[in-house]
């Protein structure tokens, strides 16, 4: 079973940055794409960032330049860098995996969740 735990979520000030980690155990990089959705109260869930095995990346218009997707397969872990964080980006962050390497920001189309990390940001 595909377990993915992240870590690295906390409190911060607007202009600060922190870095999410995600730990997968038994998900084939070779064959799947990862990414990090987030979720604020009364909000949709949306696609922050994503990566795949090609090393194609994917990120929302509200977060390029600041936040950067990356991986390290050797550790099958996946990052979330955000910098420049601002209130608007305090949510509920999730990773998630899915088969196949197309990009897609469907969050119903991930097979695999985290439980969450709360990032928040004050102004």
């Known amino acids: 079973q595909v377990q993915l735990v992240e870590s690295g979520g906390g409190l911060v000030q607007a202009g600060g940055s922190l870095r999410l980690s995600c730990a997968a155990s038994r998900f084939n990089f070779r064959s799947g794409t990862t990414g990090w959705f987030r979720q604020a109260p009364g909000k949709e869930r949306e696609l922050v960032g994503a990566i795949n095995w090609s090393g194609s990346t994917y990120y929302a218009d509200s977060v390029k330049g600041r936040f950067t997707i990356s991986n390290d397969n050797a550790k099958n872990t996946i990052y979330l860098q955000m910098n420049s964080l601002k209130p608007g980006d305090t949510a509920l962050y999730y990773c998630?995996?899915?088969?196949?390497?197309?990009?897609?920001?469907?969050?119903?189309?991930?097979?695999?969740w985290g439980q969450g990390t709360q990032v928040t940001v004050s102004a």
């Open positions: 998630a995996a899915r088969n196949g390497l197309a990009i897609v920001v469907n969050p119903s189309l991930y097979d695999y």
